[in-house]
């Protein structure tokens, strides 16, 4: 996906000319994958551009960063006032937002701990990942021959730029495959969620969603949609599933901040009921949430 460039970057501390935001060749990160980050929307509310949950992503940044024993030079109220600086540097109604933390120039080698951190963020708008008609006409996924990390291989739970080599052959292989997404067995061989998404699959009128222990990463948006779901009384597990789990679903949808609720139409070929009705439902009021237009779910959108 193309970026449309906006005018500032936030980098190490100031804003700055979205040109004259560069790193250099030897940049740690850049050669081992040691970079922790995160992605967030910001999105139009009656009230002005509103970030979604925000401090929740900020957290998740600074937990990333723990796991790779990467002390972040700030605050997450730093990082909290950061963002909303630079989505208002950027005069969008909405974006998608991009903090990194990374180790910079002037070492090399697989010891980190000498290593300075360095933090930018960068904000430019973003359409809808997996298509503008994802919810509607659904998504086609496929299980890929990748298998996702384990928690002994690479942490999981960490959103570090290396884990996503794994994310991005699987998503390669998916698109030559004539698929539009993939989705990740665990090591044992059960359902852990897609390449950048989390996945929640349907029968009999229950919804069940993978744990972390299946390598899956806690999602903002699947803890968001789950509360959703259940508000309007949808029955929503925490629950392990296997591949045929997914085959005879009577409906699937997948979930994060960037393809926010996308309908699943088909796995593997075998074609499932898509847009289910509770998926309708949930991608609605989703849609809804994040713009701030329910009472409910307000203390999610934190004004810029
Ligand atoms: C591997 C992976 N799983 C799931 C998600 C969904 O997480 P969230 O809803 O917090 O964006 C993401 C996106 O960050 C991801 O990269």
């Given at each position: 996906?193309?970026?449309?460039?906006?005018?500032?970057?936030?980098?190490?501390?100031?804003?700055?000319?979205?040109?004259?935001?560069?790193?250099?060749?030897?940049?740690?990160?850049?050669?081992?994958?040691?970079?922790?980050?995160?992605?967030?929307?910001?999105?139009?509310?009656?009230?002005?551009?509103?970030?979604?949950?925000?401090?929740?992503?900020?957290?998740?940044?600074?937990?990333?960063?723990?796991?790779?024993?990467?002390?972040?030079?700030?605050?997450?109220?730093?990082?909290?006032?950061?963002?909303?600086?630079?989505?208002?540097?950027?005069?969008?109604?909405?974006?998608?937002?991009?903090?990194?933390?990374?180790?910079?120039?002037?070492?090399?080698?697989?010891?980190?701990?000498?290593?300075?951190?360095?933090?930018?963020?960068?904000?430019?708008?973003?359409?809808?990942?997996?298509?503008?008609?994802?919810?509607?006409?659904?998504?086609?996924?496929k299980i890929s021959s990748w298998t996702r990390?384990?928690?002994?291989?690479?942490?999981?739970?960490?959103?570090?730029?290396?884990?996503?080599?794994n994310?991005?052959l699987a998503k390669?292989e998916a698109?030559?495959?004539?698929?539009?997404?993939a989705i990740m067995l665990?090591?044992?061989?059960?359902?852990?969620?897609?390449t950048?998404?989390?996945?929640?699959?349907?029968?009999?009128?229950?919804?069940?969603?993978?744990?972390?222990?299946?390598?899956?990463?806690?999602?903002?948006?699947?803890?968001?949609?789950?509360?959703?779901?259940?508000?309007?009384?949808?029955?929503?597990?925490?629950?392990?599933?296997?591949?045929?789990?997914?085959?005879?679903?009577?409906?699937?949808?997948?979930?994060?901040?960037?393809?926010?609720?996308?309908?699943?139409?088909?796995?593997?070929?075998?074609?499932?009921?898509?847009?289910?009705?509770?998926?309708?439902?949930?991608?609605?009021?989703?849609?809804?949430?994040?713009?701030?237009?329910?009472?409910?779910?307000?203390?999610?959108?934190?004004?810029?």
């Amino acid at each position: 996906m193309p970026i449309t460039p906006t005018e500032q970057i936030w980098f190490n501390g100031e804003l700055v000319p979205w040109e004259d935001a560069q790193i250099h060749i030897l940049t740690h990160t850049l050669h081992y994958g040691t970079g922790v980050f995160e992605g967030i929307r910001a999105y139009e509310t009656a009230n002005g551009p509103a970030v979604f949950r925000l401090t929740e992503h900020v957290v998740r940044l600074f937990d990333s960063a723990k796991i790779m024993m990467m002390d972040i030079p700030y605050t997450v109220d730093q990082l909290v006032q950061a963002i909303k600086d630079t989505v208002r540097a950027t005069g969008l109604p909405s974006c998608y937002i991009r903090p990194i933390a990374y180790y910079g120039y002037g070492e090399m080698g697989l010891n980190t701990i000498p290593c300075e951190v360095d933090v930018a963020i960068a904000c430019w708008p973003w359409g809808a990942y997996l298509g503008e008609d994802a919810v509607t006409k659904g998504v086609s996924m496929k299980i890929s021959s990748w298998t996702r990390h384990d928690h002994n291989t690479m942490p999981p739970l960490s959103k570090t730029t290396g884990n996503y080599v794994n994310s991005s052959l699987a998503k390669v292989e998916a698109i030559k495959a004539g698929y539009d997404e993939a989705i990740m067995l665990n090591p044992d061989g059960l359902v852990s969620e897609c390449t950048g998404e989390n996945i929640f699959v349907a029968k009999n009128g229950v919804f069940r969603t993978p744990p972390v222990t299946s390598g899956a990463l806690p999602g903002i948006t699947q803890d968001s949609v789950t509360v959703i779901a259940r508000d309007h009384g949808f029955d929503v597990r925490v629950a392990e599933l296997s591949r045929s789990d997914l085959y005879v679903a009577d409906e699937i949808f997948v979930c994060g901040t960037a393809a926010e609720v996308s309908a699943v139409n088909s796995v593997d070929d075998r074609l499932i009921p898509c847009p289910g009705p509770m998926t309708k439902v949930i991608a609605s009021e989703y849609a809804k949430a994040v713009r701030g237009e329910i009472d409910r779910y307000k203390d999610w959108c934190e004004l810029v």
